[in-house]
């Protein structure tokens, strides 16, 4: 069964449990199998399916004569950005889970973009770009340096606003009604800076996991480039394919 939406229909029904659990207290019984199939309209073979996917990342368990309950992540520091039902930032899904998110802005500027960031961006040479660099934390431990590029003359406002808070993507989407509907995504692998070290507490020289992210919209048009640096140590790159055939 498939979603006209989001695809494979467990994969809604999953995102659907996600949020709902990371709502509930730790040890909360989930309903039974057939009150949740009633529920979602789906098989007990599909909602399994979703119910799998939550326990294997920790957010629920199963025991033997109990039942289905919820519990936390052990791994908390995760990197994890949504592109299966919808384009949510770091920030937003690092928040349903239950972490504490810490951002610093480091740096918040009108540039010139420079030739990497033209090409993403579909710009002429060194036109002005928002240049936005954070240091982003969980629950107290750093985690990555992000960098995003925008049009300046398309969100004039990124370069002035608060973005210590919250997603960068929601901001987008509350300020300029942003239609962010593809990204593309490039794993790397870098080296820590001596700078970027200090910022990650690790030692310079370290290996680093490189996301680097371009954000369309429904017409194919670049919106958004970023890159993150992140310590492998307590990230983890997560990527869900589904093919509809649409």
């Not at 504490?100 to 036109?127: D, H, I, S």
């Not at 750093?142 to 969100?155: K, M, R």
């Not at 996301?211 to 369309?216: E, H, N, Q």
Request: proline share 7%; aromatic share 6%.
């Amino acid at each position: 069964m498939t979603s006209a939406v989001s695809g494979p229909k467990y994969l809604s029904v999953r995102e659907n449990l996600r949020r709902r659990v990371s709502a509930l207290p730790e040890h909360t019984l989930l309903p039974p199998e057939p009150v949740l199939c009633e529920e979602y309209g789906v098989s007990r073979i599909t909602l399994r399916r979703a119910v799998d996917g939550l326990v294997a990342d920790g957010h629920l368990v199963r025991e033997q004569g109990r039942g289905t309950y919820v519990t936390r992540p052990a791994i908390r520091h995760e990197y994890r950005e949504s592109f299966v039902h919808r384009i949510a930032g770091w920030s937003s899904v690092m928040t349903e889970q239950g972490a504490q998110v810490g951002t610093t802005v480091l740096t918040q500027r009108v540039v010139p973009a420079q030739p990497p960031v033209t090409a993403e961006l579909g710009l002429e040479a060194a036109t002005d770009v928002v240049e936005l660099v954070r240091l982003r934390s969980v629950d107290g431990t750093p985690n990555h340096v992000a960098h995003s590029f925008l049009p300046a003359a398309t969100y004039p406002r990124a370069a002035e606003a608060d973005l210590s808070e919250g997603s960068l993507y929601e901001f987008l989407r509350r300020e300029y009604s942003a239609d962010l509907a593809h990204a593309r995504i490039v794993v790397d692998v870098g080296t820590a800076a001596p700078d970027e070290a200090d910022l990650l507490c690790v030692v310079a020289g370290s290996p680093l996991l490189v996301v680097r992210t371009t954000v369309r919209d429904s017409a194919g048009h670049p919106l958004v480039h970023s890159f993150s640096r992140l310590r492998p140590d307590v990230s983890q790159v997560e990527f869900e394919v589904s093919v509809s055939g649409r």
